[in-house]
């Protein structure tokens, strides 16, 4: 019972799961969760004080103010790897350590407006961006290195909505049980 608990608050919305056939409705609302991400995390978080802020969402988490930054620094890179899709024939992309940069000062004690304000402008680049590709494009790939596994443009725009959803969850539900609502 424990790792199922466990399991659900390190996964509030389970996995990512990419259809087969990724429908141009499909791609429409993952594109409208990374336009409405920012204003979303911007309201939930705005209220709360340091304390809060440097809570874990779970045991042996990172705090709300490390998944903030976090949410930052890896969709900078899911941006970068759209580009170096768009641009490159099947690049592999450069992977991070995401463990290692939420232990960095600024994923620890920076402001979180860094990062809400990074995210907000990042996600209104982004958003543009994809609007704007052609049916080619959605299917131009990158291979990531960890698993050699290849990556469609058109799968990552999923990966980051869910990515978004993911982490608002971890947020929300802390709040939640918090009484921080």
Same mark, same amino acid.
């Given at each position: 019972?424990?790792?199922?608990? =466990?399991d659900?608050?390190?996964?509030?919305?389970?996995?990512?799961?990419?259809?087969?056939?990724?429908?141009?409705?499909?791609?429409?609302?993952?594109?409208?969760?990374?336009?409405?991400?920012?204003?979303?995390? &911007?309201?939930?978080?705005?209220?709360?004080? %340091?304390? @809060?802020?440097?809570?874990?969402?779970?045991?042996?988490?990172?705090?709300?103010? &490390?998944?903030?930054?976090?949410?930052?620094? *890896?969709?900078?890179?899911?941006?970068?790897?759209?580009?170096? *899709?768009?641009?490159?024939?099947?690049?592999?992309?450069?992977?991070?350590?995401?463990? %290692?940069?939420?232990?960095?000062?600024?994923? $620890?004690?920076?402001?979180?407006?860094? *990062? =809400?304000?990074?995210?907000?402008?990042?996600?209104?680049?982004?958003?543009?961006?994809?609007?704007?590709?052609?049916?080619? @494009?959605? @299917?131009?790939?990158?291979?990531h290195?960890a698993?050699?596994? $290849?990556?469609?443009?058109?799968?990552?725009?999923?990966?980051?909505?869910?990515?978004?959803?993911?982490?608002?969850?971890?947020? !929300?539900?802390?709040?939640?049980? !918090?009484?921080?609502?």
């Open positions: 019972m424990k790792s199922n608990t =466990l659900t608050l390190k996964y509030p919305i389970g996995h990512f799961s990419c259809p087969k056939e990724i429908s141009k409705e499909q791609l429409h609302n993952w594109i409208l969760v990374l336009e409405n991400f920012p204003k979303k995390l &911007q309201d939930l978080v705005v209220n709360l004080n %340091d304390t @809060q802020l440097n809570t874990p969402y779970r045991p042996e988490g990172w705090s709300v103010r &490390q998944l903030i930054h976090h949410i930052a620094d *890896s969709h900078h890179h899911s941006y970068t790897r759209f580009k170096w *899709s768009l641009t490159e024939d099947k690049p592999v992309i450069k992977a991070y350590e995401e463990k %290692d940069w939420a232990m960095l000062i600024d994923a $620890t004690t920076a402001p979180i407006v860094l *990062s =809400l304000n990074y995210i907000t402008a990042l996600h209104a680049k982004m958003v543009y961006l994809l609007n704007a590709l052609s049916v080619e @494009q959605l @299917q131009l790939e990158f291979i290195p698993d050699s596994s $290849t990556v469609s443009v058109a799968e990552n725009i999923g990966r980051y909505a869910w990515h978004s959803n993911h982490h608002y969850a971890h947020i !929300e539900n802390l709040c939640k049980r !918090e009484g921080w609502l």
